[in-house]
């Protein structure tokens, strides 16, 4: 575990989660294009939610979700929560308003604090937002190194076709070019410092 994760919180830090959206050509379909719309990037986009342990290795990587989907559907949704154990801490950004469902398998939720309907934050909530900041931004470097390395994964539109399931296969080509950029930049040195 690194030294910045046991300072903060112990050994106990199972993941980290966040999410990236992957832009896509514009389906001609209008109800693809209202589900595949995404406020945030403006574009036609699909997300995937990533799961990236304290070392700063990819341990978990969703299937491709429409644009438009929320976080938090995302989360509960693609399974993730169930490889949680009891008494395990699952780290995220203020839109993954997951804490019941984590809560389900006896594990916690630590996010930055939230300012909304507040003047200011407390001392504790303060320090308690710097801490998980301060690991939680290795979730950002990795997904920044995954886009870096893989150009299919940047700011080109993902061809169509990529999203479709072909007959007699489980995962659509998009699916699976997830699943291999994160499995290679697993192969590469790590972006977090193990000291």
Same mark, same amino acid.
């Given at each position: ?44 986009? %699909?997300?995937?939610? &990533? @799961?990236?342990?304290?070392?700063? $290795?990819?341990?978990?990587? =969703?299937? #491709? ?73 290795? %979730?950002?470097?990795? &997904? @920044?190194?995954?886009?870096?390395? $893989?150009?299919?994964?940047? =700011?080109? #539109? ?38």
């Amino acid at each position: 575990m690194p030294m910045g994760f046991r300072q903060a919180f112990g050994c106990r830090v199972a993941v980290i989660v966040d999410c990236f959206e992957v832009f896509i050509e514009r389906p001609s379909n209008l109800l693809a294009r209202a589900q595949t719309w995404s406020n945030y990037k403006h574009h036609h986009t %699909v997300t995937f939610l &990533i @799961g990236v342990a304290p070392q700063g $290795y990819v341990t978990y990587i =969703s299937c #491709a979700w429409r644009g438009r989907v929320s976080d938090k559907q995302i989360t509960i949704q693609s399974g993730l929560l169930k490889n949680l154990l009891p008494g395990d801490i699952v780290l995220a950004d203020r839109g993954f308003d997951i804490g019941d469902s984590v809560g389900f398998y006896c594990a916690s939720l630590k996010m930055p604090a939230f300012t909304r309907g507040k003047s200011q934050l407390s001392a504790y909530e303060v320090e308690e937002t710097r801490k998980i900041a301060n690991v939680r931004i290795r %979730v950002e470097r990795v &997904i @920044g190194l995954v886009r870096r390395k $893989y150009q299919i994964l940047q =700011s080109r #539109a993902v061809p169509i076709e990529h999203m479709l399931t072909k007959p007699g296969e489980a995962l659509a080509l998009i699916d699976k070019i997830g699943v291999i950029c994160c499995a290679l930049s697993n192969l590469s040195v790590s972006v977090v410092p193990l000291e």
